[in-house]
């Protein structure tokens, strides 16, 4: 076999299309790509968020009694664990986001940094998630 | 040529610069916030109540707010132009998230300013 083919063979059938069962199963995001569509996700989860959290600020803003109401409401599991997964979107596209604002300065735009500095920003993101439910809890 | 869409972006550097500048400004505000949240005295509605009701305070979370806003706006455009390909429900979508936004800066004033 020619070097071409075996190389086409080791790739599978080609043209690939993007369809669910490709973006599933078939194509595994490299870290970077994961940072990406997550920053995406999370910058809209956030959006969606905003008004839950504006409720909240207003609420324990507007009265002592509202404010002890929020405080109850913030404890009871459903919310906490809402409240975590919003930390941890507000964490991630936190560190994500510097990390492209040093990618816009073409730093750390080489694969293995870029791969590195995406691990980093996963990890903070999840200490610093840790760090807040623990200290709000 | 290019083929310009009306719901699109301006084709211009201003929103590009204006998501990242307001990305900073929404940074530092975060990490003042957290720190004077839990580097202080425990969280009383005497406490929260008077921190929101400095000039300071108010302004600098208006800031945040509007700062939140503009960067939200070409955020969500971004995502709606990607995945949302009939012009008309494109530009439905964003005058609904427009709407949504200026509907939540106005709140957050009156939070502010109670």
Request: hydrophobic share 60%.
């Given at each position: 076999?020619?070097?071409?083919?075996?190389?086409?063979?080791?790739?599978?059938?080609?043209?690939?299309?993007?369809?669910?069962?490709?973006?599933?199963?078939?194509?595994?995001?490299?870290?970077?790509?994961?940072?990406?569509?997550?920053?995406?996700?999370?910058?809209?989860?956030?959006?969606?968020?905003l008004?839950?959290?504006?409720?909240?600020?207003?609420?324990?803003?507007?009265?002592?009694?509202?404010?002890?109401r929020?405080?109850?409401?913030?404890?009871?599991?459903?919310?906490?664990?809402a409240?975590?997964?919003?930390?941890?979107?507000?964490?991630?596209?936190?560190?994500?986001?510097?990390?492209?604002?040093?990618?816009?300065?073409?730093?750390?735009?080489?694969?293995?940094?870029?791969?590195?500095?995406?691990?980093?920003?996963?990890?903070?993101?999840?200490?610093?998630?840790?760090?807040?439910?623990?200290?709000?809890? | 040529?290019?083929?310009?869409?009306?719901?699109?972006?301006?084709?211009?550097?201003?929103?590009?610069?204006?998501?990242?500048?307001?990305?900073?400004?929404?940074?530092?505000?975060?990490?003042?916030?957290?720190?004077?949240?839990?580097?202080?005295?425990?969280?009383?509605?005497?406490?929260?109540?008077?921190?929101?009701?400095?000039?300071?305070?108010?302004?600098?979370?208006?800031?945040?707010?509007?700062?939140?806003?503009?960067?939200?706006?070409?955020?969500?455009?971004?995502?709606?132009?990607?995945?949302?390909?009939?012009?008309?429900?494109?530009?439905a979508?964003?005058?609904?998230?427009?709407?949504?936004?200026?509907?939540?800066?106005?709140w957050?004033?009156?939070?502010?300013?109670?």
């Amino acid at each position: 076999m020619s070097e071409a083919a075996v190389k086409t063979a080791a790739r599978g059938p080609r043209p690939k299309y993007l369809n669910l069962q490709a973006l599933l199963f078939e194509i595994r995001l490299p870290v970077t790509g994961w940072i990406s569509i997550l920053h995406r996700i999370s910058g809209a989860v956030l959006f969606v968020a905003l008004v839950w959290g504006l409720w909240m600020l207003d609420r324990s803003l507007a009265s002592e009694a509202g404010f002890e109401r929020i405080k109850q409401y913030a404890g009871l599991w459903p919310v906490k664990l809402a409240l975590l997964l919003l930390i941890w979107a507000y964490c991630h596209h936190f560190c994500a986001g510097i990390r492209y604002l040093f990618l816009d300065l073409d730093r750390g735009v080489e694969k293995e940094t870029a791969r590195l500095t995406s691990w980093a920003a996963f990890a903070a993101s999840f200490l610093i998630t840790a760090i807040l439910g623990w200290k709000l809890w | 040529m290019t083929q310009r869409v009306i719901t699109g972006a301006r084709y211009g550097l201003r929103d590009w610069l204006a998501q990242r500048i307001t990305a900073v400004i929404m940074a530092v505000y975060s990490v003042i916030a957290l720190v004077v949240v839990l580097g202080g005295v425990p969280i009383t509605y005497r406490v929260w109540k008077d921190l929101f009701s400095q000039g300071w305070m108010r302004v600098a979370t208006l800031l945040f707010a509007v700062s939140l806003a503009w960067h939200v706006w070409v955020g969500v455009r971004d995502i709606l132009m990607d995945y949302v390909k009939a012009d008309g429900m494109r530009l439905a979508a964003q005058v609904l998230v427009l709407l949504t936004i200026a509907a939540n800066i106005g709140w957050v004033i009156q939070i502010l300013w109670r």
